[in-house]
């Protein structure tokens, strides 16, 4: 499957297990036993720009640094997603949508940058003033880190990574994304 440059952006920068598949081999399994999100997120304090601390790297993710989410409210209820990516100097923007998974107190959404194909997007846990938040999806292969700042304090990079293991994910597999 031959992917335009703006699709190869997209999948690098959403845990979109559906369509990963086509864009070669998904990464290990960082966690077997994926949790539920931990906390209940209220979707005005979730919106805005987060900067990407860590992540499992992926294959169709490799080279990728200085990575930011937006989200912001759209008309029709949905949520807007600009995602950007800085790889070999070059910053590369995608935009999609996302909608929330009803009963799931607005902790798991579904994500799309295809028309139809939608994929799993799961905020497992949160700080109580959303300064920052884990990301993944049901398979245990994907994980995100996201922090309001591009460089959080140590203490808080400490917090996220203990958090994270609390969860049962692999540390071993998080990549540290370069914030510039």
Do not use: H
């Not at 190869?8 to 077997?32: E, M």
């Not at 999100?37 to 979730?46: C, G, Q, T």
């Not at 995602?83 to 996302?98: P, Q, R």
Request: proline share 6%; net charge positive.
């Amino acid at each position: 499957m031959n992917l335009s440059a703006t699709q190869k952006l997209a999948l690098s920068l959403l845990p979109f297990a559906l369509i990963s598949a086509c864009a070669g081999k998904p990464g290990p399994v960082g966690n077997k036993a994926v949790p539920e999100p931990a906390k209940a997120v209220e979707l005005d304090r979730y919106l805005g720009k987060w900067y990407e601390m860590a992540r499992y790297e992926a294959p169709f993710q490799k080279g990728c640094d200085g990575v930011t989410a937006d989200y912001s409210l759209r008309d029709d209820g949905k949520i807007k997603v600009i995602n950007s990516c800085t790889k070999e100097g070059k910053t590369t923007t995608a935009k999609g949508k996302a909608k929330i998974v009803e009963g799931s107190r607005n902790a798991k959404l579904k994500v799309s940058f295809f028309g139809p194909f939608y994929g799993d997007y799961w905020v497992l846990d949160r700080a109580e003033d959303y300064s920052w938040a884990i990301v993944g999806e049901p398979s245990g292969r994907y994980l995100w880190m996201l922090t309001r700042q591009a460089q959080p304090e140590p203490q808080v990079r400490a917090q996220i990574e203990a958090r994270v293991k609390e969860l049962g994910y692999d540390w071993n597999l998080v990549r540290v994304t370069d914030q510039g």
